[in-house]
């Protein structure tokens, strides 16, 4: 007889065991479930997938879907025990209570709630009801709670979107903790992973089993209230409406609203035209963004209707001495983090570019009575990058960042949507006006390549929508200040440039964010941060995770005989960025590993450049040196 490979023994025995003798539907079974796609490896401009997580079998609840059970198979000449440690990885990530190995003689099975490991035989596999009733045992729901767990997910038949494997355990794990009675949760998951998604299923479970009858979902800016109204929730057009004005409608089921529309303004309070109890469910979206703040008007609206369940969801959670959403909320119920969002392949890898412009490392002080462009005597100190754009202009900085930018673009890709965080709008306006100015062919072509879109910009912010459509090509140079930091999904944003001072983990890690989400469909796989302030210091803080996937090594290039400066010298596209190659060389890079240079084009500056009023390329030595002029207070954007 010849020898049983692996397919074989899971179609004469193993498939047999669980359907046949067991009485599970084969519509029940996921065979070669791919539960993650494999991390985004990046070599240089060139891309791969690293290995498949896929699991043989995977058994589903037949009216939640819920993974109750996986099963690994080797052939006969493994041991029965062969697959069990591969399969309890599957498991713990499924969020399935019970794994199982089998060589097609038996089986050998894992229970999560009890951690006991027993042998049983190949006509022994236990039934759906069993495993069933083992999980609500495990789990100490009672029919109510079973009730609502076996409530199935919102699918449509005409463009079916499965819920991921991290999706489902976050829903999962937020309706079991309801089912036993929690009011406060929080869910923490990673910029791109799909937290609307989630909250929509969450709130259609919800509904359909009856447990909630209103829900109120709050956020902090339109975009994101619209993007949600058209995208995720589209499912329940005619039951949802956007709270407009001061008049409240109350004869729908799902409200969208901003947290200052309900709160006004002082001494108004609309959302008490509501009863405290109206609301079973608010939904409060991007929590770290100040609704923990006990003094907060958010706070306010929250407060009010404290009889709801409050689920916060964000990617960065705060805990400071002021703000604390695990104070609120408690511990998240369910973390999905970029690290395994990177990990998984769910989330696109990125490179970090270092920029030391010589009057960032070096800080710069005004001589003896030094005046600035009005004519105003500048405050004998010395400055520094966090006084750059703030207290400080150095217009001639901001055409060497333009310059840099506009040299990468043209390396790789002048269609490369790209976001440039600047200090406040006053300078996302310079910084727009010098990126023009460095890019003027392809502006004569489309005066929208480069835009400025701020909280204050009208015309800017009628550009977002096409910004963030993977289908248009304009605007694809864009500045901004703190409009874009959260919520607005670009998917196709391949290069991220920071020109502002960032000191919060919680926005680093949400600018972070805007870059990563994968779309391979329209050449998005990795991104590149550019950093000009230092701020991916904060890459070794150990609240961060999901290090940059390689480095890059930068030549300086000398002035050639005339005294021009050449453009800058980019490395082939094979030096970029090394292969992670293993998990542990992903864990050994740090902040230490990303690239410090100075931008190509400046030389060293020379000893007596400091003392010169103007801040300028000179063609003999590529010295600088700086004027600076008084700017008001910065607006917010």
């Not at 047999?16 to 599970?24: F, H, L, Q």
């Not at 003689?105 to 027993?118: L, S, W």
């Not at 997910?153 to 489902?168: I, S």
């Not at 001061?246 to 509501?274: C, I, N, T, W």
Request: aromatic share 10%; with cysteine; proline share 5%.
């Amino acid at each position: 007889m010849s020898k049983l490979t692996e397919e074989d023994v899971k179609l004469r025995f193993i498939t047999p065991a669980i359907t046949e003798t067991a009485g599970w539907r084969k519509e029940q079974l996921r065979m070669e479930l791919v539960i993650a796609p494999g991390q985004v490896i990046v070599q240089g401009t060139k891309t791969k997938r690293g290995e498949i997580s896929k699991a043989d079998y995977v058994l589903l609840g037949s009216k939640s879907r819920k993974p109750l059970a996986v099963v690994e198979a080797k052939d006969m000449e493994h041991t029965v025990r062969a697959g069990l440690q591969q399969a309890l990885g599957y498991a713990a990530k499924l969020d399935a209570p019970f794994a199982y190995s089998s060589n097609g003689k038996g089986f050998i099975e894992h229970d999560f709630f009890t951690g006991v490991e027993r042998e049983i035989g190949l006509d022994e596999f236990p039934t759906e009801d069993e495993l069933w009733q083992r999980y609500l045992v495990g789990k100490g729901l009672d029919a109510q709670g079973e009730a609502l767990i076996a409530e199935p997910y919102h699918v449509d038949p005409f463009k079916p979107q499965e819920a991921r494997y991290y999706q489902q355990v976050a829903v999962d794990r937020t309706l079991e903790a309801i089912a036993h009675g929690d009011r406060r949760l929080l869910l923490v998951m990673a910029t791109g992973t799909g937290k609307t998604f989630t909250a929509f299923q969450i709130i259609w479970r919800l509904l359909k089993a009856g447990t909630v009858k209103r829900v109120l979902y709050l956020a902090d800016r339109n975009v994101l209230i619209d993007q949600t109204i058209t995208g995720d929730f589209e499912p329940l057009s005619g039951r949802i409406t956007k709270v407009k004005g001061k008049h409240l409608d109350s004869s729908y089921e799902v409200y969208m609203s901003l947290y200052q529309q309900l709160a006004g303004e002082e001494g108004e309070e609309p959302f008490r035209q509501f009863k405290p109890e109206f609301f079973d469910l608010v939904i409060i979206d991007e929590c770290h963004r100040g609704s923990a703040r006990e003094e907060s008007l958010w706070r306010r609206v929250l407060d009010y209707f404290s009889s709801a369940i409050h689920i916060g969801m964000t990617a960065t959670p705060k805990e400071t001495k002021e703000v604390s959403n695990i104070d609120y909320f408690g511990e998240p119920v369910y973390t999905y983090s970029l690290k395994q969002g990177i990990e998984d392949g769910f989330l696109a890898p990125y490179k970090v570019i270092r920029v030391g412009l010589d009057v960032d490392l070096e800080n710069w002080r005004p001589f003896e009575g030094q005046v600035d462009v009005d004519g105003n005597e500048v405050e004998d100190r010395e400055y520094n990058v966090k006084d750059y754009d703030r207290n400080l202009i150095i217009d001639e900085r901001t055409q060497m960042v333009a310059k840099y930018v506009t040299s990468w673009l043209e390396k790789y890709g002048t269609d490369s949507k790209t976001i440039v965080f600047c200090v406040d709008i006053e300078h996302a306006e310079r910084m727009r006006q010098a990126l023009a100015n460095e890019n003027l062919e392809r502006v004569i072509e489309d005066y929208r390549y480069v835009m400025k879109i701020t909280g204050d910009d009208k015309e800017g912010k009628g550009q977002l929508d096409n910004f963030a459509d993977v289908n248009e090509q304009y605007p694809t140079l864009v500045t901004t200040s703190k409009l874009l930091t959260t919520g607005v999904n670009v998917k196709t944003i391949k290069l991220i440039v920071l020109e502002s001072n960032i000191g919060s983990m919680t926005e680093f890690k949400q600018i972070v964010g805007r870059g990563t989400r994968l779309d391979p469909e329209h050449g998005k796989e990795f991104f590149t941060i550019m950093d000009f302030r230092g701020s991916t210091r904060l890459f070794a803080d150990p609240d961060f995770d999901g290090n940059p996937a390689g480095s890059i090594d930068m030549p300086l290039p000398e002035p050639g005989d005339d005294g021009e400066i050449p453009e800058p010298e980019w490395p082939e596209d094979d030096e970029t960025v090394e292969d992670p190659g293993s998990e542990d060389d992903i864990e050994d890079f740090g902040p230490d590993d990303v690239i410090i240079c100075d931008p190509p084009w400046i030389d060293d500056p020379a000893p007596e450049s400091k003392a010169r009023c103007e801040f300028a390329v000179s063609k003999s030595n590529c010295s600088t040196s700086v004027s600076s002029t008084s700017i008001p207070s910065p607006a917010n954007s």
